[in-house]
């Protein structure tokens, strides 16, 4: 940018150029601190990029047929139990100021759990994937203690992790995923959008 203004004014810019140019256009123009981006996701957030997904998805979707009824986008979200995050908190100044004030209280569990979530285009939902931290493969009984099958449908696993896998994703897909979806389909095709992840 201070290039081109050299260029444009046949001198350098000083160093309060930029700062001063966006006041002077404020009406026209913002400043602010921007979280980053990822590089592959900046790169293909595009106008273009998108159109052709899209088009892409459109044809095929003509091709086989496929319905709104039949179309599913699943993700998978990570959570650390027992972590807070910062908290805005009031206090006296007198307590600040002898030292004594303290964080928030958290149990220091760091227990990871995965959700999976599928939702369909004509708005509902498969019962969630719930992926628990367990070295050993297995769901301890306490961690579904209060799960009522009577009352809720959701299908349980277990990883080193805690995440997916792709022995968890193939599994999920073959015994939940098909048996969920397959009536409503009547033999028509499916679409199942995923985002790279096992």
């Not at 203690?145 to 992790?161: K, L, M």
């Not at 397959?182 to 985002?195: G, M, N, S």
């Amino acid at each position: 940018m201070a290039e081109i203004a050299a260029q444009l004014g046949g001198r350098a810019p000083g160093h309060n150029w930029c700062s001063r140019f966006v006041e002077r256009y404020k009406c026209e123009l913002d400043s602010r601190y921007l979280n980053s981006l990822d590089l592959d996701r900046h790169q293909a957030d595009s106008v273009a990029s998108f159109k052709q997904y899209f088009s892409v998805v459109g044809e095929k979707m003509k091709e086989y047929d496929i319905l709104p009824e039949n179309t599913y986008n699943m993700d998978e979200k990570g959570f650390l139990l027992g972590r807070t995050t910062k908290s805005k908190r009031v206090f006296s100044k007198s307590l600040k100021a002898s030292g004594e004030l303290l964080g928030a209280g958290q149990d220091g569990s760091r227990e990871w759990i995965t959700v999976v979530a599928t939702i369909c285009g004509d708005g509902t939902a498969l019962p969630p994937l719930l992926i628990y931290d367990s070295t050993s493969g297995s769901i301890q009984d306490s961690w579904v203690q209060d799960f009522d099958s009577n009352e809720h449908d959701a299908w349980f696993t277990s990883s080193a992790s805690g995440w997916t896998s792709d022995e968890i994703g193939f599994k999920w897909l073959e015994a939940f995923f098909d048996a969920k979806t397959r009536e409503k389909a009547r033999r028509q095709w499916r679409l199942l959008f995923v985002d790279g992840h096992g």
